[in-house]
């Protein structure tokens, strides 16, 4: 494998990463406060769907995004209203709104476009364009260097630039900010919380507010950068992942950071070498296709024993009288 097949790679790896990090990080504000947020998957699905629609009837890739961000906080709303204010059970909420976006995108597109629950290609201003660092073009020839930054760092879509940035914010909020103390030990003993005055109800509603943000990032990344339109279950179990991925980085942004990007990596191999010869039998493509679905079972049969989540995560706080 030569130096340049190897920044290939490693450029697939972040773009594939970034949807897997953004939802990770939704993940991890939703879990932190006590709120189990299985309905990633359907968060990203719908914004997905909504930011590519949006972008096409409108030739706006902002107005896409905003549709789609909204179109994740309602889902957030729904899920909030189903397992704060009802005290529903959080993993079937959180299934249910996985059900609900994946045929409600296909009907609404059906009934939009008439092409088989997927929107038209996006072009020009519908879709998110690559920027161009500063100095990129004249580092290119500096060997080593030149490439790593013109190909490597820049030349990507802003959503990814605000992914990996939202990685240090995460990890500040969390545990540099006031705001984040208390969403943290909400997780923990919302008693407690509760006690000080501070209403449980407000920041677990709160927390999954930015979730529904982070997850409609995520996905109109998928629809409006990273692809040129939505097709049906275009997530393809992305949210499912980015779970496996939290758990695997036991709920810390900077280990969630390196998950999502071996988890991005491990997509990124499986395109680029589609039968990898090893001399004595071929692996076959659909084994690579499989790497990233097979390391997401390892991870959770060898780690969820040893990754502690939240003491009051999955657990509805009712007010003591």
């Known amino acids: 494998m030569d130096f340049n097949t190897v920044i290939q790679v490693l450029d697939s790896t972040v773009r594939l990463s970034t949807p897997l990090l953004l939802a990770c990080l939704a993940g991890l504000f939703s879990e932190r406060s006590g709120i189990v947020d299985i309905g990633l998957e359907g968060k990203m699905l719908i914004a997905g769907f909504f930011s590519a629609a949006i972008a096409f009837m409108t030739g706006s890739v902002w107005l ?86 013109a190909d490597l760092i820049s030349g990507h879509s802003i959503l990814v630039y605000v992914a990996f940035l939202m990685v240090p914010l995460t990890w500040w909020i969390l545990f540099r900010t006031r705001f984040g103390l208390r969403l943290r030990a909400v997780g923990e003993a919302p008693e407690a919380v509760d006690t000080a005055g501070v209403s449980v109800v407000g920041l677990r509603f709160a927390s999954i507010a930015i979730a529904g943000v982070l997850c409609g990032l995520a996905g109109a990344y998928l629809a409006t950068g990273l692809q040129a339109g939505f097709v049906r279950e275009m997530t393809a179990g992305r949210g499912y992942i980015a779970l496996a991925a939290l758990i695997f980085a036991k709920w810390r942004p900077w280990y969630a950071l390196g998950a999502c990007l071996l988890f991005g990596f491990l997509q990124a191999v499986a395109l680029r070498f589609q039968n990898i010869d090893l001399g004595a039998f071929v692996v076959p493509v659909q084994v690579m296709d499989a790497l990233p679905y097979i390391l997401t079972v390892v991870i959770l049969a060898g780690f969820v024993g040893k990754a502690i989540p939240p003491r009051a995560g999955g657990e509805p706080y009712v007010k003591e009288r």
Do not use: C, K
């Open 64 to 149: 896409g995004l905003l549709a789609g961000i909204a179109s994740s906080m309602a889902l957030s709303a729904v899920h909030g209203l189903a397992s704060i204010t009802f005290r529903g059970n959080q993993i079937i909420s959180g299934v249910a709104l996985n059900f609900l976006a994946s045929g409600l995108t296909v009907l609404i597109a059906q009934t939009w476009f008439s092409q088989g629950g997927r929107t038209p290609s996006l072009v020009g201003g519908a879709r998110f364009s690559e920027l161009t660092l500063p100095f990129a073009d004249s580092l290119r020839p500096v060997p080593v260097i030149g490439p790593i930054y």
